[in-house]
C-alpha cells in the first residue's frame, strides 16, 4: 500500500447497545428493517441511517424522512445489526437510489442451510447480499462498509465504521 492510497479512516457509529438484533420471524422469510412507526419515540429503530464524517462535520444520524430527501446526493450508511453480526452498506440502491433501510431482511439458503444473509430493495424488489454486496440480477454491487466493536473511553462497546477498500 502505497501513502497515496492510505485507508479511509474509522468513525464511530454509536454505542453497541444502540443496535438491537434482528431476528427473522419463524412465521415470515423477510424481516422489515425498520418499523413503519416512525413518529412513535418509544419505539426502538433496529439500525441506523448515518452521514459519514468529513472535513466540515462529524458523523451523524438521519431520520427516514431527511434520509429519503438526500438519498443519493450525499454518502448514506445503513448500520444495523442482523442474527448477532454488524452491517454497515450504503443506504442507497445502486440500480435506482431507493432507500435501502426500508428494505427487508432474509437468509440466504442453499437446502435449509443459511449461507449468508442479503436485503431486498423496497422500490424494485432486487437483492443485495450483506457479506459481498453482489446484486441478485445484473452487475450492480451495493458497497459494503467495514464494521468493528471498540472499548470506548467510559468502558461501553462501541461500534466503529469505515469505507471498505
Request: glycine share 8%; proline share 7%.
Amino acid at each position: 500500500m502505497t501513502a497515496s492510497s492510505s485507508p479511509d479512516p474509522w468513525w464511530c457509529a454509536g454505542l453497541a447497545s444502540s443496535f438491537p438484533d434482528i431476528k427473522p420471524a419463524s412465521t415470515r422469510p423477510k424481516t422489515k428493517l425498520r418499523s413503519t412507526a416512525e413518529a412513535d419515540k418509544d419505539v426502538t429503530q433496529p439500525c441506523k441511517i448515518l452521514q459519514p464524517p468529513s472535513e466540515e462535520l462529524d458523523a451523524c444520524e438521519l431520520s427516514l424522512d431527511d434520509a429519503q430527501q438526500t438519498v443519493g446526493l450525499e454518502q448514506q450508511v445503513l448500520v444495523f445489526r442482523y442474527r448477532g453480526k454488524l452491517h454497515a452498506i450504503d443506504n442507497s440502491c445502486p440500480h435506482r437510489r431507493y432507500q435501502l433501510a426500508r428494505g427487508s431482511l432474509y437468509d440466504i439458503e442453499d437446502f435449509g442451510i443459511v449461507l449468508s444473509a442479503g436485503i431486498i430493495c423496497p422500490g424494485h424488489g432486487w437483492s443485495f447480499d450483506l457479506h459481498t454486496g453482489q446484486s441478485d440480477r445484473g452487475p450492480y454491487q451495493l458497497r459494503v462498509w467495514e464494521t468493528e466493536i471498540r472499548l470506548g473511553e467510559e468502558g461501553h462497546e462501541e461500534v466503529w465504521v469505515r469505507r471498505k477498500s
